[in-house]
């Protein structure tokens, strides 16, 4: 199959690849570009263990083509720590114990952090409703119910200072 | 002397045992950093994909490779007759039996693994499968285990007729494989004709699969230079890999390297070998390339052991007063095609006959039957021991059926019958040896904890207005830590554990287990029992598993064992390391070893203020200055081969409310009090409570492996099997008491695995006491929506005009 050439931002540098029209996203980012932070973990855009921030929107990564990428803006979890200091939702999960086995934890991550932006002061219910479509096996989602929220304390007191 | 100050500083330095220390192998998930099996990638890697049946039960008439071969960058089509010059067709499986490894001539489930295609890429690999041309006769499939046994059944394991054994004892039909049974069944049947009361309800444990996040897959490497096979793989137990694999392929053990990286949850699905792994394995041998092989959710849930498919019914013998005098239990086990279940070979139920459950109960019996059904093989311990959730969900359904036909209430019949307190170590009737307990402190506690009489009250009164609310309890006991080598082995192997710590010179140190963590921290708290042991803070200890070429050999991690028997083994390991210690101090403090005290981090000469040496200072003197004709260095490894398995208990107590129009439940609050002897790690043992509660109400109100009547499989993708959602899933409220174990050195018994095995009965109970007052005994898993309409309906309970 004739490979295309896409071109797009990815974790602030731009990346240029060639893939087949069919190439799914997550696996251009993992196979072609070695970026294997977000996993795979149903294929059907249940489980959201692959979603990355794609124009400013969680996407499942597993049901998006690389050819859509062209262009575009893409954010995984390799790109949160800036400067060797963890992004708040990275320090919330470490805190308040909000993973187990670490799969889910990526697409988690980057779906709570795009939710805090839509949702900066979210209930309790806000985020179980907001991270509802990333699912974990380990933790009963309580710890990542205080973890979101935590990042969220932070992410206010850092914006309001 | 140091003041208390100084005292708890030294201690809290440490971040040892009891210390809810943040987790050592975060930073690395958080950062994208985990190295799990489909992660690893390897110059000239091949792809391996399967061709699976589409049909329950079939012969394979033949199998056309030719379009799949001419496609470019396809290198192979793998059948049966391919690995059968290797007599690699078929594989050994863990009980006895043995499983077609690629379907031999015929295939006997919906899925089964009938080619693999070997490409350059894994679309190249799908598109290979989609070319293999499979020409099949379907046969009548088998779907329903009663009807296993059936005259006319249809013969499913054609490769057995005739022979009237499978591995685990004498079979009587074609589709049985084993009838196990324990206990004394003349005394249970004669109190029984005698007893006041009795209660008789079957009671079933639905097929489910564990349904980890990351599905199983390996990546096989075979170095033809060196004769040397490395596989990365998803296996809870690498070490036990290692010997199958040599064992199947003829290759040394000390020439195959086994690596379980980061797992990314396992439940029990992880622990068997399967056809994907062989396949790969024999293609990367015969290729000389590395192989990938990693399933898709459809597989994952289509093949990789299921869990339960129980078919019990139970029988409670009683006085008036609802003190049981006998249990009586049979089992129909459904096993699927092939007999992979995975248990300690000698035990074809598991523990099943820990069915006794947290009750004094004089005498009983117990039968469990296996059969062969057209359904995929398996039979894990899905977040459990081996069988223990079914031995609980039977128990605590029928204590709460008996008080419900006397009248008594059901937390008042569980104190009626409890082990008490001082009779413990407690032989039960079933032959085994609880360590220790103390249940109706815990009861109580919960009791009083969410005002249970006023949860009554409420409850009598919404009945009288119509409404639907339930109370569950739970007061299970868990026997975990396979396990003392007299009784447990698989393939022979004894189930002990083990470690090895090494302290460098400068005192921080690596320590390496035989288990292999996939969530439950073991970098953390195997860390800590060390720091508490030596002396030394966690956060220099480092922990290391799942790599074969480098961990002591071990069992691995499933049935709750890492902390019973390996967390022991590190306790142990930590203790030599302190005793060679003590006698390097003592030379460097020119005393003898009997006049020093041990102290949080050093040695303290007795009566001598500031006659110390601190642990790190003797590390470092273990390289330089030993006492004469002692070895040098700071090692050591123990193999902990357990003296008695640990016996975990909790009371648990779920407060649900139906929607009698819908069929919805909603859980108002769930109290989980355990009790896991000492508490290494309170944040990670609070966190892996949450985690299985919230398995537990997976299992209990939605999942469901289920087939239509021709074999075919009805839930194998997310659409159709039930992982909750942070929506669904209620809050958890946790509490504890601490009843130490007296045979294990800390004093710990395990405790992940206890929320899923007593929670699952506490919601069915309280979905079941929902409906108890109008006279219904047992309603089965799931409760889902619909199926808890259904019984509404069925009641005639939505009046509305």
Redesign the interface.
């Given at each position: 199959m004739a490979k295309q050439h896409i071109v797009f931002s990815l974790n602030g540098g731009v990346v240029e690849i060639l893939v087949?029209p069919?190439?799914l996203l997550i696996?251009a980012l993992?196979?072609t570009l070695?970026?294997?932070?977000?996993?795979?973990?149903?294929?059907?855009s249940?489980?959201g263990?692959c979603t990355v921030d794609f124009n400013g929107k969680s996407v499942k990564s597993c049901t998006v083509l690389a050819v859509q990428a062209d262009g575009g803006e893409v954010l995984?979890?390799?790109g949160?720590?800036h400067n060797g200091a963890?992004h708040p939702v990275?320090e919330g999960?470490?805190?308040e114990?909000g993973?187990?086995?670490?799969?889910?934890?990526?697409g988690m991550?980057i779906r709570a952090y795009r939710f805090l932006q839509e949702n900066p002061s979210p209930t309790d219910e806000d985020?179980?409703?907001g991270?509802?479509?990333?699912?974990?096996?380990?933790?009963?989602?309580?710890?990542?119910?205080k973890a979101v929220q935590y990042a969220a304390n932070k992410l206010r007191a850092t914006q309001g200072a | 002397m140091a003041t208390t100050a100084e005292y708890l500083e030294r201690e809290q330095k440490l971040e040892g045992i009891g210390c809810a220390r943040?987790?050592k192998?975060?930073?690395?998930?958080?950062?994208?950093?985990?190295?799990?099996v489909?992660?690893v990638?390897l110059p000239g890697m091949l792809f391996g994909a399967v061709v699976r049946s589409p049909h329950a039960h079939a012969r394979i008439k033949s199998i056309n490779k030719e379009k799949a071969l001419a496609l470019p960058g396809v290198r192979a089509v793998l059948t049966a007759e391919d690995l059968k010059p290797l007599k690699l067709h078929w594989m050994p499986t863990l009980a006895g039996d043995v499983q077609a490894v690629l379907a031999d001539e015929k295939v006997c489930f919906q899925y089964q693994e009938v080619a693999m295609v070997i490409a350059d890429?894994?679309?190249l690999a799908a598109d290979g499968v989609d070319l293999v041309e499979v020409e099949y006769e379907p046969l009548p499939a088998l779907v329903d285990p009663h009807h296993a046994m059936d005259a006319d059944a249809p013969v499913i394991r054609e490769d057995l007729v005739g022979k009237d054994e499978a591995g685990q004892g004498k079979r009587v039909h074609d589709n049985h494989i084993f009838r196990w049974e324990v206990g004394d069944k003349a005394a249970t049947d004669r109190i029984f004709a005698t007893a006041d009361v009795t209660v008789k309800q079957a009671v079933l444990n639905p097929r489910v699969h564990p349904?980890?996040?990351?599905?199983c897959g390996c990546v096989a490497s075979f170095d033809k230079v060196r004769g040397e096979l490395t596989v990365y793989i998803t296996s809870q137990a690498p070490h036990v890999v290692r010997t199958v694999v040599s064992l199947l392929s003829g290759l040394p053990e000390s020439k195959i390297r086994i690596i379980s990286p980061?797992?990314?949850?396992g439940?029990g699905n992880k622990v068997g070998i399967y056809p994907g792994y062989v396949g790969a394995i024999v293609a990367s041998i015969v290729f000389g390339r590395p192989v990938k092989w990693i399933e898709?959710?459809i597989e994952n849930l289509s093949t990789t052991a299921f869990a339960r498919d129980y078919h019990m019914v139970g029988e409670l013998a009683a006085d008036k007063n609802g003190r049981i005098k006998a249990l009586r239990v049979n089992v129909l086990a459904d096993h699927g095609a092939f007999n992979a279940h995975a248990q300690p070979t000698k035990w074809p139920a598991g523990f099943f006959s820990i069915c006794t459950g947290s009750y004094d109960i004089p005498v009983a019996y117990a039968r469990v039957d296996g059969v062969y059904t057209n359904k995929a093989p398996g039979g894990v311990a899905y977040r459990c021991s081996f069988r223990v959730t079914e031995a609980v969900h039977l128990i605590e359904r029928m204590i709460d059926i008996l008080a419900q036909k006397l009248g008594i209430d059901k937390a008042e019949i569980r104190f009626r019958n409890f082990i008490k307190p001082e009779q413990f170590p407690y032989h039960s009737a079933l032959g085994w040896d609880y360590d220790s307990g103390d249940y109706p402190t815990a009861l109580k506690k919960v009791l009083e904890a969410v005002n249970y009489p006023a949860l009554r009250e409420e409850q009598a009164e919404k009945r009288t207005r119509g409404e639907l609310m339930g109370i569950g309890i739970c007061t299970f006991t868990e026997i975990v830590g396979a396990g003392p080598s007299k009784n447990c082995d698989i393939l022979g192997v004894g189930m002990f554990d083990s470690c090895e710590i090494r302290v460098h010179p400068t005192g921080s140190a690596i320590a390496r287990i035989g288990t292999i963590t996939?969530?439950?921290?073991h970098q953390t708290t195997y860390a800590q029992i060390i720091a508490t042991e030596l002396g030394l803070p966690s956060e220099v200890i480092q922990v290391e598993e799942g790599d074969t070429n480098t961990a002591p050999y071990g069992l691995g991690t499933y049935g709750s064992r890492s902390t019973p028997v390996g967390g022991a083994a590190t306790a142990n390991a930590a203790r030599k390391l302190r005793d060679k210690a003590r006698k390097i101090a003592a030379h460097l403090l020119e005393v003898s070893a009997d006049d020093l005290d041990w102290e949080i981090d050093r040695f303290k000469v007795k009566g001598v203020p500031g006659q110390e040496k601190t642990m790190k200072e003797i590390a470092w003197a273990a390289y330089n200055n030993v006492p004469p004709g002692m070895e040098m260095g700071l090692e050591a490894v123990e193999y902990y081969d357990p003296p008695n398995f640990t016996y975990p208990f909790g009371a648990y107590l779920c407060v649900l409310d139906i929607d009698r129009y819908t069929g919805e439940t909603k859980v108002r609050r769930f109290y989980a009090l355990d009790d896991c002897g000492t508490r290494i790690n309170p944040?990670?043992i609070?966190?892996?409570i949450?985690?299985?509660?919230?398995?537990a109400y997976a299992v209990a109100m939605g999942q469901l492996i289920a087939f239509d009547a021709g074999g075919n499989l009805l839930s194998n993708?997310?659409?159709d099997y039930f992982?909750p959602?942070?929506?669904e899933?209620p809050?958890?409220e946790t509490d504890f008491t601490v009843t130490p174990s007296p045979h294990h050195p800390l004093g710990a018994k395990g405790v992940a695995e206890s929320p899923h095995v007593g929670g699952i009965p506490c919601f069915t109970n309280a979905v079941n006491d929902a409906f108890a007052h109008l006279g219904v005994t047992q309603i089965d898993m799931p409760h889902t929506a619909f199926n808890v309409w259904k019984t509404i309906h069925e009641l005639g309970l939505d009046n509305r005009a």
């Open positions: 087949e069919r190439t696996h993992r196979e070695g970026q294997t932070g977000s996993h795979i973990g149903c294929e059907t249940h489980c263990a995984t979890v390799e949160l720590a963890l990275q999960f470490m805190q114990h993973l187990q086995c670490g799969f889910c934890t990526p991550l985020i179980r409703m991270m509802s479509g990333n699912l974990c096996r380990c933790t009963g989602y309580q710890n990542i119910v | 943040k987790r192998e975060d930073p690395r998930f958080i950062q994208g950093k985990g190295h799990y489909d992660d990638h890429d894994r679309y349904c980890p996040l990351e599905t980061d797992i990314g949850g439940f898709s959710r996939q969530g439950q921290g944040m990670i609070e966190g892996q949450h985690g299985g509660l919230t398995e993708s997310l659409m992982l959602t942070a929506v899933t809050k958890w």
